[in-house]
């Protein structure tokens, strides 16, 4: 069974500093990875997804890495702005028979005060 | 397109009462999925289905069952509503590419729950 781990569980930073979330999962046998923001009260938004092939991918200051091997993840957040707090949830499809299932970790709920 | 769309936005039941959770999508996605989330929590897989007609449990399926009679609509059903069952619940779909290579999730802004 897949395993999910997000650390840290919360992170306060000030405002233009880069930080770096993490995610770990147990069975490296994935499809893909994807990367949600979850504001508060509110739905999932996907930020990122890295295919099993890639290695990262990045959309404007977001940049996420996948080393499968080693089971392990980093979204990195460039120069962060208090409009980036919210909760990030890491999210893996195993291959195989899965149709599409996702395992999620618990998340990172971040803060960013000006 | 809509997307992925819920109602209620809210609820509250008494302790043994009975509801349905209402998901409808437009992206004619053959799978679609129900996952639950508890307070400081990831999402927990309820029920899926690959198709009309096709449902099969998760890992929290206990307590609930779903129907899917067309590749729209996805509802989820509550019976004998009990205070565990105090959560937001989150509809998706998703796609894949024919070798099925590549997936990726949708999802609604969520149902909250609240049984007292």
């Known amino acids: 069974k897949q395993e999910v781990t997000q650390i840290p569980a919360a992170l306060s930073v000030p405002e233009g500093e880069n930080l770096v979330l993490n995610c770990s999962f147990t069975d490296s046998a994935i499809y893909n990875l994807q990367w949600f923001r979850q504001d508060p009260g509110k739905g999932l938004t996907s930020l990122l997804l890295?295919?099993?092939?890639?290695r990262e991918q990045t959309s404007g200051r977001l940049n996420a890495s996948l080393d499968k091997s080693s089971g392990r993840s980093t979204l990195y957040i460039a120069a962060s702005q208090p409009g980036d707090s919210a909760t990030y949830l890491c999210?893996?499809?195993?291959?195989?028979?899965?149709?599409?299932?996702?395992?999620f970790g618990q998340g990172t709920i971040l803060t960013v005060h000006p | 397109n809509a997307g992925v769309t819920q109602t209620p936005k809210f609820r509250i039941l008494k302790i043994g009462q009975s509801m349905t959770l209402q998901c409808t999508q437009d992206?004619?996605?053959?799978?679609m999925y129900w996952y639950r989330q508890d307070p400081g929590m990831g999402l927990k897989l309820i029920y899926y289905s690959v198709g009309a007609g096709i449902t099969d449990k998760g890992e929290v399926p206990n307590g609930y069952n779903v129907s899917r009679s067309t590749t729209e609509d996805f509802p989820l059903r509550l019976e004998l509503a009990a205070p565990s069952q105090t959560s937001v619940y989150f509809c998706a779909s998703s796609y894949t590419t024919p070798d099925r290579g590549r997936w990726e999730q949708y999802f609604g802004p969520g149902t909250r729950l609240t049984v007292t």
């Open positions: 999210a893996t499809l195993l291959g195989g028979t899965s149709y599409g299932k996702l395992t």
């Open positions: 890295i295919q099993s092939s890639q």
């Open positions: 992206m004619n996605h053959n799978y």
